[in-house]
């Protein structure tokens, strides 16, 4: 969809932003340029929409040479979202919205009900339509800022650090509508950052740049965890990457085992028995109450009757990952994982260690994809 | 000023009413016509001093030296051309207002944030569209505080036109003195006070009526 052939672009001042660039970009999918500040992701992404011209090589869209299309004209079929919104403070966000539409030379009419249908589709209430953007927390203006971009619904959407001017609290809550947004919609998206958690949560597939704008890396999220091209990108992804692999297994794959599992209505006498420090209490629909420490227990009566330490927080085997079921092991009183199904009632239980072996077997899983696509090509056309 | 004569005769006033009133639609006319034509030179000039940044400094320097130059120098220059008339009086009251606007407009297109900018370009504005329907819009606060100087300037200096008879209210003032007669001279001075702080109202308004997003500003999170 989107092409980079041989792509470079060098200042007359003698700086390399983009060197010998070769990307080809999946459609429908988000691709994540990311890398330390100045490693040309900016210059990158705008030569998509002729923002900024290349030195050397071609940049197409659909197989057809970006360069042969006159700029406005291009732009107004790439939406373009950038970091501090740039919303036109003279116009309302109404207006804002409906900007492209009117350069199309669609009717007033017709473009401000597109923008209020927008409007509503970015999550804000319609009585900011005749705001102006002054009138705007920060948070709500990139996400006008992400409607202004949708505005003649282009197929393509660049995205400059589009939510790292907010506080991190509101920078969740725009990633989560983002991912929402991209199912209903599926438009090809080049999203740049420079943090590397957000480009794994939101990436189809990530492109690393290192300084001198060189490609170092393009591959999936989970690839890219798994098998860093080189140093550069294994530090750049981080210390912790091997605990950030467990985000893309599922919950559902855990090892459990049934473990001290009792009801609330078993007598004590029976926790005894078990031979574990803490027992599991659950209700009658097997939903945990609480863990009860067996050195803790009266000596007569029923679980009911036990003092019980707070679960901790439990595990999804429906939506949760498994990086959910380590931290719900690291939390909990007993060092065990409490998983549960989709109505709340335990499942199993599994320890840290017992989770590690998910890891192994994510990482045989790897293996094979890689062995299986090493003919064919690299994920999202890959390096070339 | 002859003793017992009082400052102001309001018999006179009286008498002259009309008179006034149409020595003050002149004067207004004399005043703001050049902040128009003012208005016209210095947008395109402005956005061409934005535009190529190595123009703006030969230009300002050219506003400058032309808003030095005396005015009854002007006023011998072009009657020459002009002769006696009320063209004679706005050009160079014209050519005043050019050290103001120029910077103005300069500022005021400066003063557009970047990402703005950026974002007409990215949304497919072309220059021309882009200075017309969002940079120009934007700078309109800072151009209308320009306007403002200007006019008030300009209404003041209407007066100095008398010199080759065409001064507006200013009549009055070289009346008073050739007569020895205070009435017509404070009368005067006092409407083209009362004219200018009227006009600088007006902008003010006009300037709430252009912009009014510029208002209302919330510091929300
Ligand atoms: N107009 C320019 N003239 C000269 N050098 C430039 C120009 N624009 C960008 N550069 C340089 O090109 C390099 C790449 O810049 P770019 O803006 O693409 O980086 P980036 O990866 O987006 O960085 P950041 O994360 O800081 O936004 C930098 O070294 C920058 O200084
Ligand atoms: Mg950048």
């Known amino acids: 969809m989107i092409r980079f052939d041989a792509v470079s672009k060098n200042y007359p001042n003698g700086t390399t932003a983009v060197d010998e660039l070769s990307l080809e970009l999946a459609e429908g999918g988000i691709t994540v340029l990311v890398g330390p500040s100045g490693c040309g992701k900016t210059t990158t992404l705008r030569m998509i929409n002729r923002m900024v011209e290349p030195t050397a090589g071609t940049v197409s869209l659909r197989g057809r040479d970006i360069r042969e299309v006159h700029a406005p004209e291009l732009r107004r079929g790439i939406g373009y979202v950038i970091q501090h919104a740039g919303l036109f403070p003279h116009r309302t966000i109404l207006d804002n919205i409906a900007t492209v539409p009117l350069l199309l030379g669609w009717s007033r009419k017709k473009a401000r009900a597109r923008a209020a249908e927008l409007l509503e589709l970015v999550g804000l209430p319609s009585e900011m339509a005749k705001r102006y953007p002054n009138q705007l927390s920060g948070g709500q203006q990139q996400r006008v800022g992400v409607a202004r971009a949708l505005g003649a619904d282009p197929p393509v959407l660049l995205m400059d650090e589009p939510f790292s001017a907010v506080d991190p609290i509101v920078r969740a809550e725009l990633q989560a509508e983002f991912i929402r947004l991209q199912k209903e919609l599926h438009k090809t998206i080049v999203f740049v950052t420079h943090d590397i958690d957000e480009a794994i949560r939101l990436g189809d597939n990530i492109a690393v740049f290192r300084t001198g704008g060189k490609l170092a890396q393009f591959d999936t999220p989970e690839r890219l965890l798994a098998h860093p091209a080189d140093d550069f990108v294994a530090g750049f992804v981080g210390q912790d990457r091997g605990i950030r692999r467990l985000s893309f297994v599922k919950a559902a794959e855990v090892p459990l085992r049934e473990g001290p599992v009792l009801p609330e209505t078993s007598p004590v006498a029976r926790a005894r028995t078990v031979d574990e420090p803490w027992v599991l209490v659950v209700d009658e629909a097997r939903r945990p109450l609480g863990w009860a420490a067996v050195a803790g227990l009266p000596d007569t009566g029923t679980l009911a009757d036990a003092p019980l330490a707070p679960l901790g927080h439990t595990f999804s085997l429906v939506g949760d990952s498994a990086r959910a079921a380590l931290d719900a092991a690291l939390l909990s009183p007993s060092r065990l994982a409490v998983g549960v199904d989709a109505e709340g009632a335990v499942v199993g239980v599994a320890d840290a260690y017992e989770l590690s072996a998910v890891m192994a077997a994510a990482e045989a899983v790897a293996a094979e994809a890689a062995a299986g696509d090493a003919g064919a090509d690299a994920p999202g056309g890959g390096e070339r | ?221």
């Open chain 2, 1 to 221: 000023m002859s003793d017992g004569e009082p400052l102001v005769r309001w018999d006179w006033i009286a008498d002259h009413a009309g008179e006034l009133a149409d020595y003050t639609g002149v004067h207004l006319r004399l005043g703001l016509l050049p902040v128009v034509f003012g208005l016209i030179i210095s947008v395109p000039l402005g956005i061409l001093c934005h535009r190529w940044r190595w123009l703006y400094p030969p230009v300002l320097t050219v506003a400058n030296i032309l808003y030095s130059i005396p005015s009854l120098a002007l006023f011998m220059i072009f009657v020459r051309y002009t002769g006696l008339t009320e063209r004679t009086v706005m050009i160079p009251l014209t050519l005043y207002t050019l050290s103001v606007l120029v910077p103005n407009v300069v500022d005021g297109l400066a003063s557009v944030p970047e990402p703005v900018r950026l974002a007409a370009t990215a949304m497919g504005f072309g220059p021309i569209r882009s200075v017309v329907q969002v940079e120009l819009p934007i700078a309109v606060p800072v151009v209308i505080a320009g306007v403002r100087v200007a006019a008030v300037s300009s209404i003041s200096l209407v007066a100095v036109g008398q010199l080759i008879g065409q001064g507006g209210l200013g009549y009055y003032i070289t009346r008073g003195l050739q007569l020895d007669f205070p009435t017509p001279i404070v009368t005067a001075i006092v409407l083209i006070m009362l004219l200018a702080l009227a006009t600088d109202a007006l902008l003010v308004l006009a300037q709430r009526l252009l912009t009014p997003w510029s208002r209302n500003k919330v510091t929300a999170a």
